[in-house]
C-alpha cells in the first residue's frame, strides 16, 4: 500500500485522531457546497426523514436539518461524530437530528423508515458497499430516493456504479454532473 494511502485515510476516510479532526475541518469546508447540491437533488421536504451514511463532520446534516422534519446520521468514526454533534447541537436538542455511531452495512434503523438516503464522498471507504446499499434498500420506504454524491477528491469512478446499486434492488438510477462532483440517483421501487 503506498505509505500516502494510510496517512489519507485517517483524515478522511475513517478519521481519527488529530489527523481525523483536521480532516473533519478540511472536509466540513471543502464538501459543503457539492452536500447542498446532492441534498437539491433528493428533493427534500419538510415531512421527510433522511438519512445520511458517512456524515463526517456533519455539514450534510445540518444543511438537511434546515429542510427535513428528521435527519438521522450514521458515521464509523467518533471523531466525526463529536465534529457533527458540536456542528447541530440544538438539532440534536430538539430531536430533530439524530447521530449514530455504526457502520453503512448494518444501519440501526427499521425497515422503510427513511424517504431519503445520501452518501457524500463514504461509499469508496465502505468494507463492503454491496452489503451497505443493501442496508439503504431496507431502511428506504418504496419510492425513497438514494444520493450517492463524489467530489473529485474522492476517487471513486463512475464505471459500475449504476450496476452496484442496481445489484442492492435500486432502480432508475441517473447520473447527475456537476462542477468537479457527480451523484447517483436512484429509487427503492
Known amino acids: 500500500m503506498w505509505p500516502g494511502r494510510s496517512l489519507l485515510l485517517r483524515m478522511f476516510g475513517r478519521p481519527c485522531g488529530l489527523l481525523g479532526r483536521l480532516g473533519g475541518i478540511i472536509m466540513a469546508r471543502t464538501n459543503r457546497r457539492h452536500a447542498a447540491w446532492a441534498i437539491g437533488l433528493l ?17 450534510g446534516i445540518e444543511l438537511l436539518a434546515r429542510s427535513a422534519r ?19 447541537v ?13 457502520s453503512a452495512e448494518s444501519l440501526p434503523l427499521a425497515d422503510a423508515s427513511c424517504d ?14 454491496l452489503s451497505g446499499l443493501r442496508e439503504v434498500w431496507r431502511v428506504l420506504k418504496p419510492g425513497g430516493r438514494l444520493a450517492l454524491a463524489f467530489t473529485i477528491h ?13 445489484a442492492a434492488g435500486f432502480e432508475n438510477s441517473r447520473i447527475a454532473e456537476a462542477d468537479k462532483a457527480f451523484c447517483l440517483l436512484a429509487m427503492r421501487p
Open 116 to 129: 431519503g438516503v445520501l452518501a457524500v464522498n463514504s461509499l469508496q471507504v465502505w468494507s463492503d458497499p
Open 154 to 166: 474522492s476517487g471513486q469512478a463512475r464505471a459500475g456504479l449504476s450496476e452496484l446499486v442496481a
Open 90 to 102: 440544538a438539532a440534536v436538542r430538539e430531536g430533530r437530528v439524530e447521530l449514530r455511531q455504526g
Open 43 to 59: 428533493d427534500v421536504r419538510s415531512e421527510t426523514t433522511v438519512l445520511e451514511v458517512g456524515f463526517g463532520p456533519g455539514v
Open 70 to 88: 428528521r435527519v438521522v446520521g450514521v458515521d464509523p468514526s467518533p471523531a466525526m461524530l463529536r465534529q457533527a454533534r458540536r456542528r447541530n
